[in-house]
């Protein structure tokens, strides 16, 4: 269970907020962007062939976010791909309030720093309307994965959704949040 006031959201509400306010100039703190979910999916595409590969991802992807995932399934057959309709592809979990909070601040402060040749994350990673994607090649960056129990190397893809945001505007909520991006 997370804890009952997390980290970033204190420090949201008492240097964040105030910083935005005062370098976009805007007129009350509900207009203020703030970070509404995050959502973490792992397609698994070698399930097709192997089940116990999809279950390891299901156990990784609850251990690394404390959250049972949802499995995804395939809409439609595709022969090329060896896919039914219905057949298993992927995993994913939305985390929101305080298990998003303890979410991102292990994602900064512990599994950034662990991912090897890091210079930064994108900064042109924006959807348009101020969401942030970005993706992992495996998920042995997380300390929560047991490195004896992986068989295959799995990555994933994170979406920051951010509530009243553009590009701009979430960029910096990101980097006052400590996100490393690149300075070019």
């Known amino acids: 269970m997370p804890s009952v006031n997390p980290r970033l959201k204190t ?5 964040i907020v105030p910083a935005m306010r005062e370098r976009f100039g805007y007129p009350n703190v509900m207009a203020v962007p703030r970070i509404e979910k995050i959502t973490v999916s792992m397609g698994v595409g070698k399930a097709t062939e192997n089940q116990k590969v999809m279950e390891a ?3 990784d992807l609850a251990q690394i976010t404390g959250q049972r995932p949802v499995v ?9 791909f060896r896919l039914r309709q219905g057949q ?3 995993c994913k979990v939305t985390l929101r309030g305080a298990r998003m909070y303890e979410f991102l601040d292990r994602l900064i402060s512990v599994v950034i720093p662990r ?3 890091f210079r930064g994350l994108r900064r042109n ?9 970005f993706g992992l090649t495996d998920q042995l960056v997380f300390p929560e994965v047991n490195l004896d129990k992986v068989d295959h190397q799995q990555g994933m893809n994170i ?6 945001g553009t590009n701009e505007t979430s960029l910096e909520l990101l980097r006052l949040f400590g996100m490393p991006f690149r300075t070019n």
Not at 11 to 15: A, D, I, L
Not at 72 to 80: G, L
Not at 125 to 133: P, T
């Open 11 to 15: 420090k949201y509400g008492s240097e």
């Open 57 to 59: 991802a299901v156990t």
């Open 72 to 80: 995804t399934r395939s809409r439609k057959s595709i022969s090329q």
């Open 88 to 90: 298993a592809v992927g």
């Open 115 to 117: 991912i090897r040749d």
């Open 125 to 133: 990673a924006f959807d348009g309307r101020g969401n942030y994607n």
């Open 159 to 164: 979406t920051i959704t951010i509530r009243n």
